[in-house]
RNA sequence: GGGCCCGUGGCCUAGUCUGGAUAAGGCACCGUCCUUCUAAGUCGGUGAUCGUGGGUCCGAAUCCCACCGGGCCCGCCA
């Protein structure tokens, strides 16, 4: 929960005295450029039967003598109210004085688990797989914002087929004890083309499973083994972007310590079967737990992984792609319905990334890595800041671009709705101009520039606000709301969509405001503005993963 | 065939959940501003039947219905 003087609310609570049936709604933040926010009356009218004249009276009436109400304008259907900036100002200096964030938060007691990313270790991460990943990553920051103790969580699939048949390459094609990832992917890609028409390969494969569920222990050394070379290269590009994973299960540890089975024990009575296989019935479909020769199948080891995490976690949220929305509502059945769990889950899906030669494909060989990305944005980055600072030394032009670079990718995935499909460009992957994540950072490094150039600056809460003051003001103390509508709807975009108006806000403030130059009371009130506009950048950003520089 | 998602200037998006005031940005294009704090920036201009057709409503990009176009799903794969 948020915590600050939020004068909506505060606006709010009077005006439903007044107007019993006032709906959160009614009482909206303005994106009209009338006020900052406006009751919508038209409800109001013809509910009881009033003229707008008489609702503007008793709001008048009741919200006149409140300090922090500047004007109250009744336009059309409309009553505007304007906050006092020095009221907003005050509100976001306590909470920064205080505790160093606006807005404060309440540290809720409730655990959130968010499993993102979870891709099988049978390949490099691609840009397809990275919107999971950077997805997952604002949301757990977001949530953890927000005041909950939240932990990132990766379902290691390493006891299905896609897995079985890359330890039949490994063992036909590597048998090196101690291989490396590219030598593993050649072996898998070689056994995948062999697998098309060769059925006593895919008999192999389907005796590694048994033998791995079944717990041979040589099996499960190889295999782990593997996995585990893979998934290091995995989590090697994934904390390049800045992406760590609180905690990793495998799959097979669910089997093998019977956690599988008590899943099947639990839906005993509903079981039913097909020549040895089980299967449920789920709103109207087959879904299958085991197979006929009697190894799990996913269904059931993501039921036995779901009841695992509610074992640790008052809420679970899931970051999938669009693909497993259907297996997801017969997940959701399973627990809520069949098994009566009454804890939160929910599910954030994200559309596909294509390339504009068409839809990514591992085997085929048509896709474009997070590592090539991250190596290419680079290398514009690094063009980029030498040409714009060739005072600054080498070393200090690493660090620019690699955060530019890095910045630039998470953000350009995060800040586009999740449910709108991507076909991922180059030319816009590596723009570093608009509203792109450089954009914000160099808002920001200009803003600490100025600090910079000023010893010991004094700070006042001014009476007085020009335009382009009061707009940064208003866009600033708005910070929580954006925050509130992110975390609601699981929607680290909105956060995004805030930050790019909130430094297009500070951009007019730079260009009409002078500071280092201004006179003593113009300067000591911008120079506060300009050390909150910092602190709620630094905010921000941070949950975009994007990182912040003082120069740059 | 059934289900879910998307459709907003030439291109990419915000706004859709929760209906409300002249539809907000970016890219590209044309023009402006470095003798004031970093031009990765600023200001101005060109450019939108909000996929189409109905409906509900005082009011629809937003809600409902139908259709069109694109994506995803409908495995003893994950």
């Known amino acids: 929960m948020l915590l600050f003087d939020d004068y909506w609310k505060m606006t709010f609570e009077i005006l439903k005295k007044i107007f019993p049936g006032l709906k959160e709604n009614d009482l909206a933040l303005d994106r009209s450029g009338h006020g900052d926010f406006t009751l919508r009356s038209f409800q109001i009218m013809k509910d009881q039967k009033v003229s707008m004249e008489d609702i503007s009276r008793q709001v008048a ?4 003598k409140e300090d922090f109400i500047e004007k109250i304008e009744p336009v059309g259907g409309y009553i505007n109210f304007t906050i006092r900036r020095d009221k907003m100002m005050q509100a976001m ?19 959130v688990s968010v499993e ?9 991460i691609h840009i397809g797989r990275i919107r999971n990943s950077i997805l997952g990553d604002s949301l757990a920051r977001l949530i953890s914002r927000y005041g909950y103790r939240v932990t990132t969580q990766y379902f290691i699939n390493d006891s299905g087929k896609q897995v079985a048949t890359l330890f039949a390459g490994y063992r036909k094609y590597v048998k090196d004890s101690n291989p490396n990832v590219n030598d593993l992917l050649d072996g898998y890609k070689k056994v995948n083309d062999v697998l098309e028409n060769d059925h006593s390969l895919q008999e192999e494969v389907d005796e590694i499973i048994r033998q791995y569920e079944k717990g041979d222990p040589d099996t499960i050394r190889n295999i782990r083994m593997i996995c585990t070379v893979i998934l290091n290269s995995i989590n090697e590009s994934l904390s390049r ?43 109207d479909r087959k879904m299958f737990l085991t197979r006929s020769d009697g190894t799990s199948l996913y269904f059931s080891r993501d039921i036995a992984y779901h009841l695992y995490k509610f074992q640790n976690f008052d809420w679970l949220i899931n970051v999938l792609g669009e693909n497993h929305k259907e297996h997801m ?14 804890r939160r889950l929910d599910f954030v899906y994200y559309s596909y990334v294509s390339l504009e030669s068409g839809r990514m494909s591992t085997r085929k060989g048509n896709m474009v890595t997070l590592d090539e990305l991250v190596e290419r944005a680079m ?26 670079a890095i910045s630039a990718i998470r953000f350009q995935l995060v800040k586009l709705n999740a449910n709108k499909t991507l076909v991922f460009k180059w030319s816009e992957a590596l723009s570093l101009e608009g509203d792109s994540a450089p954009f914000i950072m160099y808002s920001y490094a200009r803003a600490a520039s100025i600090l910079r150039k000023l010893e010991e600056p004094e700070t006042a809460i001014s009476q007085e606000y020009d335009s382009s003051e009061s707009a940064l003001i208003r866009q600033m103390y708005f910070y929580p709301y954006a925050l509130e509508e992110a975390f609601r709807g699981l929607r680290p975009e909105s956060v995004a969509n805030y930050l790019l ?52």
């Not at 993102?116 to 490099?124: A, E, L, Y």
């Not at 509502?329 to 009454?342: G, P, Q, S």
């Not at 030498?386 to 955060?403: F, G, M």
């Not at 910092?534 to 520089?549: E, H, P």
């Open 329 to 342: 509502k017969h997940l959701e059945y399973v627990l809520k319905d069949l098994m009566e769990i009454e």
């Open 61 to 64: 009436d009741v919200l006149g």
């Open 93 to 111: 200096k306590k909470e920064i004085d205080s505790t160093g964030l606006y807005p404060d938060t309440f540290q809720d007691p409730e655990r």
């Open 116 to 124: 993102h990313t979870s891709t099988n270790p049978t390949g490099p």
């Open 241 to 283: 972007i800045g992406i760590k994973i609180d905690d990793y299960t495998w799959e097979s540890d669910l089997i093998r310590a019977g956690d599988v089975d008590r899943v099947l024990e639990s839906l005993s009575d509903k079981l039913q079967e097909e020549d040895g296989a089980k299967y449920i019935t789920s709103l």
């Open 501 to 552: 108006e909130l430094t297009r806000k500070f951009n007019d403030f730079y260009t009409n405001c002078p500071v280092v130059n201004a006179k003593e009371t113009e300067r000591s009130k911008r120079v506060l503005i300009i050390h909150l506009y910092k602190n709620i950048v630094k905010d921000a950003s941070n949950i975009m993963g994007i990182k912040i520089l003082e120069e740059m």
């Open 379 to 404: 290398e514009e980055s690094m063009k980029v800041v030498k040409e714009k600072r060739p005072d600054l030394p080498i070393d200090k032009l690493n660090e620019i671009a690699d955060s530019v």
